[in-house]
C-alpha cells in the first residue's frame, strides 16, 4: 500500500459545528504532516506529527486541534471555525524527519465554512 | 529564512515546443523537490533533488540542481497537453526544522494544440 487517504474527501460546515478531518497511510511512515491550501497558492504547513509526538505547530490558531493516535492515523479536528478557514486540506506522510525523505500526499479534504 | 521563488507564474506552451522553469531559493539547502498538482486535486512528487549537481528525468520532464547556484530548473521536451499542470518547487532550511517545506508560487503550465 503506498498511498495516503484522507477523509471526507468534501466537507461543509458551519461556523459553531465540530467535526473532524482523517488521514491513513500503512506505508510504515513515521512522520504525518497537516497542510493548508487556499485557492491558487501553494500550500502551507500547520502541524507535524513525529512518531506519534507533535513536532511542529506553525502558530496554528486553536480551533485547529490535532491528533495522532497511532502510528498510521493522523485526525484535525475542527471547532468554531471562520470562513477564511474554507480551503483544501491535505495530509502527507514520509518515512520520517530526515528531510532526505520525500513526502507523500493524499488527496485532501475541501472544506467550505458558512 | 527560507523563501523559494519560481518564474514563470503562468505558462502557455503549443504542443511540441521546448520551455523551463525556473526555482530560486534563498538560503543554502541541498535538496529540492518538484510536484505537480491538477486542479482540485493532490500534489504528486516528480523529483527528489538531493545534491548538486543532481540531475533526474522522468518521461518529458528533466529536473537538475545547482546547491551553488541556489537553482533548479524543471525542463518539457515536446510538450503535451496532459502535462498541463501546476507545478511546485519546495524546499527545506539546512538544518532547520525538518518536516518544514516551504513551497514556491507554483507555475501553471498550459498546453494548447
Known amino acids: 500500500d503506498t498511498e495516503v487517504t484522507q477523509t471526507p474527501k468534501h466537507l461543509v460546515m458551519g461556523m459553531t459545528n465540530k467535526k473532524s478531518l482523517k488521514c491513513e497511510q500503512h506505508?510504515?511512515?513515521?512522520?504525518m504532516y497537516w497542510y493548508k491550501q487556499k485557492a491558487k497558492k501553494p500550500p502551507e504547513l500547520m502541524f507535524v506529527?513525529?512518531?506519534?509526538?507533535?513536532?511542529i505547530n506553525e502558530s496554528v490558531p486553536s480551533r485547529f486541534s490535532p491528533e495522532c493516535p497511532n502510528s498510521s492515523l493522523l485526525n484535525l479536528h475542527l471547532h468554531a471555525l471562520q470562513p477564511e478557514d474554507s480551503a483544501l486540506y491535505l495530509c502527507?506522510?514520509?518515512?520520517?524527519?530526515?528531510?532526505?525523505?520525500?513526502?507523500?500526499f493524499g488527496p485532501g479534504t475541501r472544506l467550505t465554512v458558512l | 529564512e527560507l523563501k523559494v521563488e519560481q518564474n514563470p507564474l503562468f505558462l502557455s506552451m503549443q504542443e511540441g515546443k521546448n520551455y523551463t522553469i525556473y526555482c530560486n531559493y534563498s538560503?543554502?539547502?541541498?535538496?529540492l523537490y518538484w510536484y505537480r498538482q491538477d486542479p482540485g486535486k493532490s500534489l504528486e512528487s516528480l523529483f527528489v533533488?538531493?545534491?548538486?549537481?543532481a540531475v533526474k528525468q522522468e518521461g518529458r520532464l528533466m529536473a537538475s540542481l545547482d546547491t551553488k547556484a541556489r537553482l533548479s530548473t524543471l525542463h518539457i521536451t515536446a510538450a503535451v497537453h496532459d502535462l498541463s499542470a501546476t507545478y511546485f518547487c519546495?524546499?527545506?532550511?539546512?538544518?532547520?526544522?525538518?518536516?518544514?517545506?516551504?513551497f514556491g508560487k507554483g507555475t501553471k503550465l498550459s498546453v494548447k494544440p
Open positions: 502527507a506522510s514520509s518515512q520520517d524527519l530526515n528531510s532526505y525523505n520525500e513526502q507523500f
Open positions: 506529527y513525529s512518531y506519534e509526538k507533535l513536532s
Open positions: 533533488l538531493l545534491s548538486n549537481g
Open positions: 506505508m510504515g511512515h513515521r512522520a
Open positions: 519546495a524546499s527545506m532550511n539546512y538544518g532547520g526544522s525538518q518536516g518544514n517545506l516551504i
Open positions: 538560503t543554502t539547502s541541498d535538496r
